[in-house]
């Protein structure tokens, strides 16, 4: 079977794309005429991600992010059809795992930081040629509002979002020399899989913290949204968030941090 085609279509390449934000922002961008490169380890569901798109828009692309190598192999197959371009390279792919530090087994933090921060560093370096190829192109890391403040039960997940909260403002100015512009979008908590992570360590899960703390959700279609904002430059940004609870977040991180150190202090256990 022939390869679907960009035929001068514009590019999006897009990580993590079976599921959750990653396939909110495909169906987005198909939506708008773009053609999508979807890329994951999960071969399932890029299947049903490439039907829910449909075949004439976009090529699925297997793609652990922590791999080098498949970076390459998969650049190069998406410039195949792309005719040489990529408008857009949208580092989604991220895992979490949630519970206190001694209770994640330095086997789930290494996971983390590989996938979260290095994978985003590979792509980054891996997509560059294209993105300089390409006028007017966009390289958009999604982080988090973690990335703004340092949560219990979520320490390195919300380093691995700082790291790549500084990665975007870092290459925002070198990229800049070959026209290259960088975004970095932070979602609040929204309905993805994600939500569902845990640890070995620990029963608890992100969304027993949600229903604790009563936070917002948001949908999808919210984060694909700001995702597609991010892409056409609109506000002239660098961050972009996605929700009011993650703005109203990020405004007391920069005006009331003591407040928020406060608020998120866990309480002695109990002898």
Known sequence: MALASANGRKSIFITGAASGIGLGAARRFAREGWFVGLADIDKTGLKSALAAIGPGNGITLDLDVRDRSQWTRAMTAFAKVSGGR????????????????????????????????KGVVNGARAGLDLLKATAGSTLINVASCA?????????????????????????????????????????????????????????????????????????????????????????????????????????????????????????????
């Open 86 to 117: 990529m408008d857009v390279l949208l580092n989604n792919a991220g895992i979490a795992r949630y519970g206190f530090l001694e209770e994640q087994s330095p086997e789930e933090g290494d996971l983390q930081i590989d996938i979260n921060v």
């Open 147 to 271: 990335g703004l403040f340092g949560a219990p039960r979520m320490a390195i997940y919300a380093a691995t979002k700082f790291a790549v909260r500084g990665l975007s403002e870092a290459l925002e100015a070198e990229f800049s020399r070959f026209g290259v512009a960088v975004r970095c979008v932070m979602p609040w908590f929204v309905d993805t899989p994600i939500l569902n992570a845990g640890s070995q360590g620990s029963n608890l899960k992100i969304t027993d913290a949600i229903r604790e703390g009563g936070s917002a959700v948001y949908t999808v279609e919210e984060a694909a949204q700001v995702i597609w904002d991010a892409a056409q430059g609109k506000g002239g940004k660098l961050n972009y968030i996605v929700g009011k609870a993650g703005r109203d977040i990020a405004f007391a991180a920069r005006f009331m941090p003591g407040s928020i150190r406060k608020r998120l202090k866990v309480a002695p256990e109990s002898a």
